[in-house]
């Protein structure tokens, strides 16, 4: 057909050796079932091609296909694939997010691989992955802290780039000592760490702020001044005097604690063994969430309890200043433990020894009914307790532990 008006009907029949009459038929019979199938198959088949961005062979079009309740087999998807001229392209399915071809200075490798770390917030580390979505490629970068594994802090980019540089200095002291020996053997290790970071170029805060040179985990906001006579809340200025302009912010706090410290002591008297856990973290401030939805609460119900609470509409302001900052240092009990080793000689038991434990024993704080901990103490927004954090909660552990 696509021939016919360049050479003869006749002369083209002669050539393929078939005859005008079986010719003129087949080109008027109808279509069959089968062709009619295999175009409609076709259409789908390239639909589903498109719809994977041309990704897709004929393996995982004959999938969709048959989770679409077509029942076809893979070798007639590929015949039909073939005859549309559809290929699987195969695109890079990483992308580099390490350049070592470069003149920048190398940053020491002070870890080392040192990876026993004694206390919160001596050392972070964090990796950068890439996540393929319809719109392109995410950049996934997350810190956690060595101490404990957790998630301190993460974020999503669109192009890998570094916002602003910190600077981190701070000090370590730790002492290993033996008080006693006899009759009771007295052991502990102690450790405290200051901490001291600010960044060093130049960047620009949500409310207009330059933060270069100060440090990270900053507070920005404003001195709550109470209420006015028409129940307006008030603010204080750059020059103490109160104010019902909400333009000015101003630092109020930092969630990084200053210091972290640690402290283990071990007894051990006869069979008996005692191990004593304290840990803490000292200098820093508390954005505590929870007065503000506690506030929040008490005025949906229409119970006014304080002067402070007269704001019934605005009262969300609130979280804009340092009505809801509280002092955030504690000293927390961590944990207890008490194990006696029964003096036993049998043939398959070569010790055994019964212990009783309690995890998360007592907190020493000013902050009031939170446990700052929770607040998440560490990483790039710290000292931020919502009222959707719970409380760590107290464990009594009872085991016998018995060596064959």
Known sequence: M???SIFP???MCKVLKVSRS???SWLMRKPGKRDIENNELSNRIKKIYEFSKRTYGSPRVTIKLLEEGLHVSRQRVARLMKKQNLKSIIRKKWVITTNSRHNYPVVENKLNRNFNVTSPGQVWVSDITYIKTLQGWLYLTVIID???????GWSFFSSIMNETEIQNKGWEFYIKAQPLI??????FDFNISFNKNNAISEVIYTYGIKLKDQPAGNFYGHQFAGYSATNQMLVYDDNGNTTTNWIEYKKLGN???????GFTNNFEYNNFELSIFVRGALGFDINNFNRLDNL?????????????QRDIINYSRLQTTDYILEKGGYIKIANISLGYTIPIEKRFIKSAKVFIACNNIALFTKASDVDPEIAGI?????????YEKYPKTRIFLLGLKVLL
Request: no cysteine; aromatic share 20%.
């Open 182 to 187: 006899n009759p009771i053997k007295w052991t």
């Open 22 to 24: 079986s010719y003129y």
């Open 296 to 308: 929040g609460y008490m005025n949906f119900q229409k119970t006014l309890l304080t002067v402070d």
């Open 9 to 11: 009907i006749e002369k």
């Open 378 to 386: 560490t990483g790039l927004y710290p000292g931020n307790y919502y």
């Open 146 to 152: 060595l101490y404990d594994r957790k998630v301190i």
């Open 2 to 4: 696509a021939n016919n």
């Open 255 to 261: 969630g990084a604690p200053k210091s972290f410290l």
